[in-house]
């Protein structure tokens, strides 16, 4: 199960950082993933993370977000800077296991378990 939380109303050009809490076992052998969805929108892939560390980054968050995993507290967070209008969406998290050897999921469909979304809103 996951648990998306930390969103809220931000002024274009802050900062918001999302938790996602996961319980659950062998948490450590899924790869994870941020994912948003705004209104009118299909779902689309923020970043991922493998479990072996790896991680993907949309174009249009490139150096301006930055996913990161705790495998002991069972937790993958997202650090989002420079907030921009277009940016605002429902942000949920997800999770899908994985081998060491695989390639990172990147992909909205590869994605099993998925947590609810918390809404992230930017004002411009």
């Known amino acids: 199960q996951l648990q998306a939380s930390g969103g809220g109303l931000v002024q274009a050009g802050g900062s918001l950082r999302l938790s996602c809490a996961a319980s659950?076992?062998?948490?450590?052998?899924?790869?994870l993933g941020w994912f948003r969805q705004a209104p009118g929108k299909e779902r689309e892939v923020v970043a991922t993370?493998?479990?072996?560390?790896?991680?993907y980054y949309a174009d249009s968050v490139k150096g301006r977000f930055t996913i990161s995993r705790d495998n002991d507290k069972k937790m993958v967070y997202l650090q989002m800077n420079s907030l921009k209008p277009e940016d605002a969406a429902v942000y949920s998290c997800?999770?899908?296991?994985?081998?060491?050897?695989?390639?990172?999921?990147?992909?909205?469909?590869?994605?099993?378990?998925w947590g609810q979304g918390t809404q992230v809103t930017v004002s411009s």
């Open positions: 659950g076992h062998s948490f450590s052998r899924y790869a």
């Open positions: 993370i493998h479990r072996a560390g790896g991680t």
């Open positions: 997800a999770a899908k296991a994985v081998i060491l050897s695989a390639t990172l999921p990147t992909q909205v469909d590869e994605y099993v378990y």
